[in-house]
């Protein structure tokens, strides 16, 4: 009765270890993130949201983990996460000064990373003009430009285009009658090219028959 006994215990040991060893926990420093949140907050970036997402190393999906914590050794919080998997970070600068740290657990099998992503922020899909495409675009240039710092933004990629994704496909009209250009997006998306803004940038308004979801920028390789 003994040795079955130390028997299920030791299984039962076993297992829990084997739990535990199962996973990994990953860190990431708040202070390098904090300059990043504070530069995109101001006002020359007015119509870009930054984001960072944990995703899975080598494959094109979220990080598989339940729990993302932001904390600074004394008090630990949850960091909740948008609907696209964007981290809800704080812009909190005595995060920064106490070395605060976001930390995650996954199998350990499994390795995340965390990326950064420029956006045109959401209340500016309501409408759509050539005006717009051409400010979208110098913010993303300027953004891009001043988080690289001197002398990285010399070697960083440039911006060369914008990806327009709609709730379904649609024809999209830039100008007047006399002065018209239609585009049609494919798989419900449209990339506009830099020289394409150029000539649309004297559109006022764009009509088109969808929702507009998102506009990320296209950087050269």
């Known amino acids: 009765m003994k040795f ?3 028997a299920s215990a030791l299984i039962a040991a076993v297992a829990s270890f084997s739990s535990i060893s199962a996973e ?38 979220l990080c598989p983990t339940e ?9 630990k919080y949850e960091v909740l996460r948008g609907e696209d998997g964007a981290l809800l970070l704080p812009l909190d600068k005595s995060l920064k000064k106490d070395h605060a740290a976001i930390r995650f657990s ?20 309501e409408t759509l003009s050539g005006v717009k495409l051409n400010l979208w675009f110098n913010q993303f240039e300027a953004l891009y430009s001043t988080l690289a710092g001197w002398p990285g933004r010399y070697f ?44 649309l940038k004297q559109s006022k308004k764009a009509v088109f028959n969808a929702n507009l979801v998102s506009v990320l920028p296209t950087l050269s390789k």
Not at 40 to 59: D, P, Y
Not at 172 to 191: E, P, Q, R, W, Y
């Open 24 to 61: 990994k926990e990953s860190a990431f420093t708040y202070t390098g993130l904090y300059k990043s949140l504070k530069t995109s907050k101001q006002s020359e970036f007015s119509q870009l949201k930054l984001n960072f997402l944990l995703l899975e190393t080598g494959a094109p999906r």
């Open 156 to 199: 960083m990629p440039q911006v060369t285009a914008l990806v327009l994704s709609f709730d379904k496909d649609t024809e999209i009209i830039f100008g007047d009658a006399a002065n018209k250009k239609v585009l049609v997006t494919s798989h419900k998306k449209l990339v506009i090219t830099h020289e394409e803004i150029e000539q």
């Open 4 to 6: 079955k006994l130390l």
């Open 67 to 75: 729990k993302v914590t932001l904390g600074d050794g004394e008090h």
């Open 106 to 125: 996954t199998a350990a099998n499994v390795t995340c990373h965390l990326s950064m992503q420029i956006k045109v922020a959401g209340f500016e899909l």
